[in-house]
């Protein structure tokens, strides 16, 4: 399994897991399907949507430890 960190790209999250997309849609990412972004960093996202970057980390490493 895959380690995400701050640094990984949206679209690298979504294409290891492609079910982690709720619990963004939970937290208000809302244009996972924006082709920009794709492109932007768990930690640019989470900035934009005021959320703590470290939180959202572990909340999505918690998420894919349980999917196994």
Do not use: Y
């Not at 990984?8 to 849609?25: F, Q, R, Y």
């Not at 809302?30 to 492109?39: A, E, F, I, R, V």
């Not at 900035?47 to 959202?56: N, Q, R, S």
């Amino acid at each position: 399994m895959a380690t995400i960190t701050k640094q990984t790209l949206i679209g690298e999250l979504l294409n290891i897991n492609a079910d982690v997309a709720p619990l963004l849609l939970e937290i208000g990412m809302h244009c996972l399907g924006c082709p920009s972004s794709q492109m932007e960093s768990i930690e640019e996202a989470a900035m934009v949507h005021g959320i703590d970057p470290d939180e959202l980390v572990e909340s999505i490493n918690n998420f894919l430890m349980a999917q196994g």
